[in-house]
């Protein structure tokens, strides 16, 4: 079992940064690949980013591709989700997700709370 906590989330202006945090625990979490996904009111949920286990790989929705950047701290059971340049449609609830990297959400089996992102114009 898995347990996943996001933190950092607020509010911020358009061309402004956040950075997300995901702690978790559990006595592999980690070799799981770590996933960030969001939803905004009325939309389906999509696909973010998501890194290896090793870190060595990582793979971006292409609308967030340079202005976005995962990170993880496997001795901290941590992981980061570093966003700049954000922009108002960036504005989503994002969740951190634990299993195998890749843009379905099927492929993770354990899913965090939420934290809220608002970007303003």
């Known amino acids: 079992q898995v347990q996943l906590v996001e933190s950092g989330g607020g509010l911020v202006q358009a061309g402004g940064s956040l950075r997300l945090s995901c702690a978790a625990s559990?006595?592999?979490?980690?070799?799981?690949?770590m996933g960030w996904f969001r939803q905004a009111p009325g939309k389906e949920r999509e696909f973010v980013s998501c890194?290896?286990?090793?870190?060595?790989?990582?793979l971006y929705k292409n609308s967030v591709k340079g202005r976005f950047t995962v990170s993880r701290d496997n001795a901290k059971n941590t992981v980061y989700l570093q966003m700049n340049s954000l922009k108002p449609e960036d504005t989503a609830v994002y969740h951190c997700?634990?299993?195998?990297?890749?843009?379905?959400?099927?492929?993770?089996?354990?899913w965090g709370q939420g934290t809220q992102v608002t970007v303003s114009s």
């Open positions: 559990g006595r592999t979490s980690s070799s799981y690949a």
């Open positions: 997700a634990a299993g195998s990297c890749g843009a379905l959400a099927s492929n993770y089996g354990y």
């Open positions: 890194i290896g286990w090793s870190a060595s790989s990582t």
